[in-house]
């Protein structure tokens, strides 16, 4: 009986390989073989996407193409202007609130701390807040578009922070102050330190959400300032790429660049960081 | 993670009579200045929770980009969005589109986790593959399957060489169906992180509970409906809440499929929120803005505590 059963699960784990293969080639393979033979046709091959390989290979042309036309260089700059600030800020103020919520006991700040939270949940009022920034003066600017991210995210990184500062011994911000730290003293030295795993994970996460954001760009700052999101929707839907399917292809390989090597550089961080939180 | 390990063995009883210490000398309030908790309220209170305040109140306006003033105009809005059956046909493809999202989504991600589950290299680079999609902009993903999905295109050649007859499905132009289609598009851009999550899951399960039912002499089927199912829960619990809300505000996938069409039968609320924003209809916008605000804020709540009550049984 045992080696019959023994047998039947080798033979049932030597088909799961397989099946892997088949799985990832059909899901990932076929979409992504798709765009990568587009990418590298001419503009007549490239009319109806498909399989079929280029008669002629020219996906770096097709890159400088869509470089040179394009308007794909500012809106990189775009990006990074408005995703780097956003990130610090997010970060440097959700670090500094979440100390507080967490250390401190009170219902003032268990209600803080659910109005902290609750924009994990709730959706970002779109329409107003163009609304609020013309009353402001930052309508369609970098600094307005950068302060309604960070009202976004905030709560993603009040959320992960708070958790994680709670794990943390009070003991150990003691021992700094005996020596006469000052509470600025102890967060930048003790606190922030700690934090930079949670910290890590939520760059990771913010960046994914602020590089390929298109929705709330398209009201705040569309049509104004370029982002490479809004680019390829300005490119995709207007009359000078319509169906020109080899630019807009080898625009969305280049746009994805980034983030993608990222990935594949900080594969193992990224994963941990992210399922870690997850299942408690 | 080392900090994690320092952390576990300080005992309860030693940190609350360190509290109480505390509290006694008085000193934490100022070790802990309240002082810290300001720029971050700051921001969230004017960009977050103050436009939406504003959408409470500008929905009921006639706040438009044809006249500078604007007046208060009581439930016109709503009304109006009433009559020619918007306001409902809306919120019900909102909700039908983000059911059908976290249905497939989990679905996928638990396929993909059960099949992907042990440690081989195989394995590893599928999953980093499957994390791939994750990464990428759903506006691209959108454009990639608009491109697949024409009659003419890569789904339908493949389906053809298969059957060996020339199939001409129109995916993305039936009133029924495309919107199931779109659904799935969503649900394979977000399925490896659902995915990873699951597997996250798979993991912390004894190993000796799925031996032990083994012995007692259940088959797989049975192992995982009664083992490992039930201890999944709290992964079923992020996957499915994350998936409904972030499908409720789903917007890049649809505009870059279908935008809205055919005939508004794939119109989510921030597609219609959107094209009427456009328009210059802005308090039309931002009623169906507060109308998102006011699903999301009924639904989510029930949703989760009702997730946290499955774990609870176990």
């Given amino acids: 009986m045992t080696s019959a059963t023994a047998s039947r699960r080798r033979r049932r784990v030597s088909l799961q390989p397989f099946a892997a293969v088949a799985v990832t080639i059909l899901l990932l393979g076929i979409p992504f073989a798709v765009v990568l033979l587009t990418a590298s046709k001419n503009q007549a091959e490239a009319l109806n996407p498909n399989l079929s390989l280029p008669t002629h290979w020219q996906l770096l042309q097709n890159f400088s193409t869509v470089l040179n036309e394009g308007r794909m260089v500012p809106a990189f700059f775009g990006s990074l202007l408005i995703m780097v600030p956003s ?53 369609g600017t970098a600094i307005g578009m950068i302060s309604v991210y960070t009202g976004m995210y905030l709560s993603t990184v009040i959320f992960f922070v708070t958790g994680f500062i709670r794990t943390i011994p009070p003991e150990l911000e003691e021992a700094a102050r005996m020596d006469g730290a000052s509470p600025v003293g102890v967060f930048v030295r003790i606190i922030l330190p700690l934090l930079s795993p949670t910290l890590a994970t939520a760059t990771i996460l913010i960046c994914l959400y602020i590089w390929n954001d298109v929705f709330y760009a398209l009201f705040v700052i569309g049509g104004r300032l370029d982002t490479l999101p809004l680019n390829l929707y300005q490119v995709a839907s207007s009359g000078l790429y319509l169906q020109n399917w080899h630019l807009i292809f080898a625009y969305i390989i280049l746009m994805s660049l980034p983030l993608l090597i990222t990935f594949v550089v900080l594969q193992r961080k990224i994963i941990s960081g992210i399922t870690s939180g997850a299942v408690k | ?189 977000w399925m490896g992180l659902s995915m990873l999550i699951y597997l996250a899951g798979l993991k912390t399960i004894n190993e000796d509970l799925v031996e032990a039912s083994r012995i007692d002499g259940a088959n797989r089927w049975r192992t995982f409906w009664s083992i490992r199912w039930p201890l999944l829960a709290p992964a079923i619990t992020f996957n499915v809440a994350t998936a409904l809300l972030g499908s409720m505000n789903g917007f890049d996938i649809v505009q870059a499929t279908t935008a809205g069409g055919p005939g508004g039968t794939t119109e989510l609320l921030n597609i219609f929120i959107f094209r009427t924003f456009g328009q210059g209809l802005f308090a039309q916008a931002t009623t169906m803005s507060l109308m998102l605000f006011l699903m999301v804020a009924i639904l989510a709540f029930p949703v989760i505590r009702f997730l946290r009550k499955r774990e609870e049984v176990l």
């Fill in chain 1, 87 to 139: 990130v610090i800020l997010v970060l440097v103020l959700g670090a500094m609130a979440s100390w507080i919520l967490a250390r401190r006991k009170s219902r003032v700040v268990a209600f803080l701390y659910a109005l902290g939270i609750s924009g994990i949940v709730l959706p970002p009022a779109v329409v107003t807040i163009v609304l609020l920034l013309r009353q402001l003066g930052l309508a």
């Fill in chain 2, 1 to 189: 993670m080392s900090i994690l390990e320092i952390t576990k063995p300080v005992p309860e009883s030693a940190k609350r009579a360190d509290h109480r210490t505390a509290g006694k000398r008085g000193g934490r309030n100022r070790d802990h200045p309240y002082w810290f908790l300001i720029p971050a309220l700051v921001v969230l209170f004017v960009f977050f929770f103050l436009p939406t305040l504003y959408n409470f109140i500008y929905a009921f306006t006639d706040w438009s980009s044809f006249k500078s003033a604007i007046n208060f105009v009581g439930l016109s809005n709503f009304s109006e969005l009433l009559t020619n059956g918007s306001l409902l046909e809306d919120l019900r493809i909102t909700l039908e589109y983000a059911i059908m999202v976290a249905f497939f989504q989990n679905l996928f991600g638990l396929l993909l986790a059960l099949l992907l589950e042990r440690d081989t290299r195989i394995n590893r680079f599928a999953r980093a593959a499957f994390f791939v999609p994750v990464v990428m902009s759903a506006l691209a993903v959108g454009y990639i399957f608009q491109a697949m999905l024409k009659p003419e295109g890569v789904i339908n050649g493949i389906l053809g060489f298969l059957t060996g007859q020339h199939v001409t499905i129109a995916w993305l132009g039936s009133t029924t169906w495309t919107i199931v289609v779109v659904a799935v598009i969503h649900a394979w851009k």
